[in-house]
């Protein structure tokens, strides 16, 4: 069924525990991109910001700082990444790129990630230092912050590779029989007590819990109902 009509939507990211989805909304006249942010079923349509130059495709959440990553290949004649708050407000341009894409967050470790033509680059969240951890082919990210992996469609082929945050551990892990398969998300099993997300519910899972007992400023795993407090009712999961 179709939740909002919004002619050349992009960049989806969904925040269940807040119960909302977000979503870029390029313009072909220059100066009209936005981002939206809507309810889960489809209600309550809000616009976020507006005057982005056109050509946003990608968005990431960081739900802790409370802000929405974005880029696009339009600003400043051939694209940059940025942030607006996550409630809405003014954009805030954090550096000038060269066809910038996917893009992805872990709060937790200060890590951001964005492709870059077909490169990715790993920075801290002011975008600052950026270094080159996977050469070629990039174009959609998906974060696993638990195992602090990376998943990346390829642009121009059909595979899905995943990668830790160095760069080091490469992999393809799935072909999808899609040439150029940009925008990828992850979805983890319904379990909510495998923590450690290892397919099964044992002693790790709940060593994690007990390890992180109390409150959660960042993003914990053990905090399994996601109400920003590690304690009894986590167990129960």
Known sequence: SILIENAGARGLAIDVASGYIYWAAPNTSFGQGSIKRAD???????????????????????TTAG????????????????????DGGPFNILLDLNFPTGIAVDHAEDRLFFCEGADVYAADLTASNPDLIVLAGGRGLAIDTVKKQLYISNVGSDII???????VEIEIVQSTGMAGARHIALEFGLCAGDVDRSGEVA??????????????????????????????????H
């Open 67 to 86: 802000k929405i990553y974005w880029t696009d290949v339009e600003c400043h004649g051939s694209g940059c990444l940025g942030w607006i708050p996550i």
């Open 40 to 62: 889960l079923d489809g209600g309550n349509v809000t616009v976020l910001t507006t005057g982005l130059a056109g050509g946003t495709r990608y968005i990431a959440l960081d």
């Open 161 to 167: 590779r995943r990668s830790d945050y160095q760069g």
């Open 203 to 236: 002693m790790p899972d709940l060593l994690i819990v007990l390890a992180q007992w109390g409150q959660c400023p960042a993003v914990c795993p053990g905090d399994v109902d996601g109400n920003g407090l590690v304690d009894f009712t986590d167990l129960l």
